[in-house]
């Protein structure tokens, strides 16, 4: 620093103050400097009376009077003054520096260290007799302090009081200084903060902080500040003392679920931290969140306003399914309440995630029609929803096309004139059941070696395509077969081959009261909507969780799944009541009763001493059904699987030996298949068709394909048994070699 205008001053005869006007960088030289020079310091701050008082000017010139009298050293620096003049303003700088250039001192020397005050050189520099010998500005006196107000109440790491504060300033301080103090400061000329609140304190603690003051409240403000001063304002810190500093999408509900100051702290982490985020729609939901009270909300129903056919939906509902897969049934349930906003759209939105959305689903379904998301938004429905292709040779086509009719009508809760005139053609004639073999015929035929029992009460044979993917999910191998129950189809005529059996086994009435009884939570009368389905097939599902389970940990070899009976819910939908009052007491909502005579019931079966009904009716004076029905004689009711499922051989391929294969109009094709391990009972599924295969030797099979005679590509499913092996695409060509239209047009 350039002192040398101070030491011509201190050899002067001067008899006026020197005024140094000094810039923040060269402060401390200052200070180190005059020092050297063997002058004594006089702090402005030892004239407050008081820790909040502003010191005293009068007491200061007077002092400086008095130096000659009171005092032994001769030189002196007076500090703190020109921050105090610049805090208190303009008008009172003015004042103070004009009376201090004139006051006369006659044996001592006086340097005024002054910092804040480059504003009042040019006021000064009027009087001529103000000049260099009297002043000197040192880095054109450039300040950058500025003072922050804090309020005692909002918790802000401060220094407490102006004396303090002035004391801090007489040693160097710069930059923002952050103080608790009652004193005016609206004059003054450095810039000045208010923070009257807990948030102010965050915001100003934290570089860039952005977050608006709704996000949350000022206890929650008061918190999160208390916990910066004790970081050094960092936010990093205090999240992840709190564990908020690694994947911040995982444990999603335990985090945001409740309303203490983690679950706060973990939104205003996301907030501060939005743009890192790989959930995209948890960025869109953060970015219209003001408020933490208002976050698990949006998380559940922003989705809501998005358009299905918008290009961001795809990724946001899978994204959002993540977030919410853990969030409790009753905040979903409210989802699902305000998502029929806009019903159109409402079944975009829902997921196979809750026994609230999934009633949901079936119910949309039910009232307006099937949509090709199904697949994506609740797979197990559509699972079910297929058409199974019943590979049994005496009615395959029959009950492959009746239930995938029956399926259609269940989940639309319509039946469909067509399928009714069926169904009573088929009360009338003779029973085409009778062709299959019975449950015990099946059973009394198996391998009952280390193999588990499991009847499944009420079991029909729709649910086989549901039943047939999820066992392929899991990697189980399927042996299905079809065989009819006694009649009436009532448990206790249909449960000897559960009692016969030797080994262990285990019944499950789940399905059966879901259908059935109170208990199952499901009444047509509360509700006619086909929603017990989705109750139906979680039963499916976690019979085929426990099958895979049980083969898995090698408790059995073979896990067999058999019914007593299956049931019939468009029999409910039917609301048929025949002449004839029943003393079944409603035990089987009068689809059978004890035999009685005279009757004229063609559509009736004499069985067992019952009267079994064939059609849709039931005989009056019986208890309507909760949701379906059983004891009758549709072929929902009477026709049951028998199923075995066992570990796979997951190493099996299929391919075809040549993929272009040319066709006849007359007799169509034949396709050779090739497999890499030995199989048995192999067909093909061709446009829902099955089609038996040859055996030609251990790894080859000849499938006939009459109707396969135009030129074109056709996708084929490839069985052994009732195990998906592979698909395959059979390239058919004209004898030409090449697609002919005119020959296509034959057909």
Partial sequence: MQIDSVKKYLASSDKTPFFLFVSDGQYASAIAELSVLGLDFVQMSSFCSGNDKLPDIDGLLSYIEAIDVNTKGNKFVVTGFGEYLALRGNNEAKRALSRLKDLNITRVKVVLLLRGLASQIVGLQTDPRFDNRRYCVIDKAECNLSFTLAAPSVGLSALSGFKVMLADLENGRC??????????????????????????????????????????????????????????????????????????????????????????????????KADTLPNGYLRFVLERTRRFEDFVGNVLNTIIEIKHSDTRFVAFYRERKMLVEKFPESDIADFVVNNRKVESESIYKLTDSTKSEREEIIAWLSQNGMITQIESIYPALAAYLKRYVFKCPEMADLLSDYFEAYKQQKISNRLEPGFLEKVDELAHSPRKFNRLPTRNEIIDGLDKTDTYLYWLDALGVEYLALIEA??????????????????????????????????????????????????????????ELPIHLAKEIAIIEAMIGKAATDLALRHCKRFLIVSDHGASRLA???????????????????????????????????????LVLADYGRFKGSRAANVEVHGGASLEEVIVPIIELSLKNGNVTVKLVNEVVIVDFRTGTEVILFFNSPVQDVSVVLDGKPHPATQIDANHYAVKLPDLKRASDYPADVYAGDNLIGKIIIKAKSKSGKVNDAFNDLF
């Fill in 572 to 610: 409910v939908l039917r609301c048929k009541e025949e002449q004839y009052e029943t003393d079944t007491k409603g035990t089987h909502s009068g689809r059978c009763c004890k035999l009685f005579q005279p009757y004229d019931l063609p559509f009736a079966a004499e069985e067992n001493g019952y």
């Fill in 470 to 527: 999820l066992a392929q999910k899991r990697g189980l191998s399927v042996r299905v077969n079809i065989a009819r129950a006694e009649l009436p189809t009532i448990t206790s005529m249909n449960r000897d081959f559960f009692d016969a059996w030797p080994g262990r086994k285990e019944k499950n009435n789940e399905l059966d009261d879901t259908k059935h009884n109170d208990v199952g939570g499901y009444n047509f009368t509360n509700n």
């Fill in 175 to 272: 930059g923002n200084v952050v103080v608790n103090t009652a004193v005016d400061l609206d004059e003054a000329m450095f810039t000045v903060h208010r923070i009257s609140s807990a948030y102010e304190g965050v915001k100003f603690s934290t570089i860039c902080f952005a977050l608006p003051r709704s996000c949350g409240s000022d206890t929650r403000w008061t918190e999160l500040l208390t916990e910066l001063n004790k970081s050094n304002g960092s936010l990093d810190e205090v999240f992840e003392k709190h564990g908020l500093g690694g994947n911040l999408e995982s444990d999603f509900y335990a985090r945001v679920s409740g309303n203490d100051y983690c679950n706060w702290l973990y939104f205003i982490c996301l907030k501060c």
